[in-house]
């Protein structure tokens, strides 16, 4: 049983784009690299999968979670809101309550 072989990113990359471009069939970078056609068209499916990543702005990225992060924060501003106002009430019964008190 042979050991299995690690390829690292570069050489996946230029394996694919030599398929991609027409250069090599997959049969014949299976034959030339010796890896099954298997593995080299899902190198091929994977590549043409994530491509669109690397054209993804970063700004896009942190979009979603600037979205989250201003929802979580709009919900604690209309908690504490909602605290203040029964504060509110409470000082207000408070404070009709102790003028009674002082008018006695």
Same mark, same amino acid.
């Given at each position: 049983m042979r050991a299995r072989r690690k390829f690292d990113p570069e050489f996946k990359a230029k394996v694919v784009l030599e398929m991609i471009r027409g250069e090599k069939g997959l049969m014949q970078a299976s034959r030339e690299y010796q890896i099954k056609d298997t593995v080299l068209s899902r190198w091929k499916q994977e590549?043409?999968? @994530? #491509?669109?990543?690397?054209?993804?702005?970063? @700004?896009?990225?942190? #979009?979603?979670?600037?979205?989250?992060?201003?929802?979580?924060?709009?919900?604690?501003?209309?908690?504490? #809101?909602?605290?203040?106002?029964? #504060? @509110?009430?409470?000082?207000?019964?408070?404070?009709?309550?102790?003028?009674?008190? @002082?008018?006695?």
């Open positions: 590549f043409l999968e @994530k #491509a669109p990543e690397i054209f993804r702005n970063e @700004k896009d990225e942190f #979009a979603g979670q600037d979205v989250a992060r201003m929802q979580e924060l709009e919900r604690m501003v209309g908690r504490m #809101a909602m605290e203040l106002d029964a #504060a @509110k009430k409470v000082f207000g019964i408070s404070s009709s309550i102790l003028s009674e008190r @002082k008018q006695r």
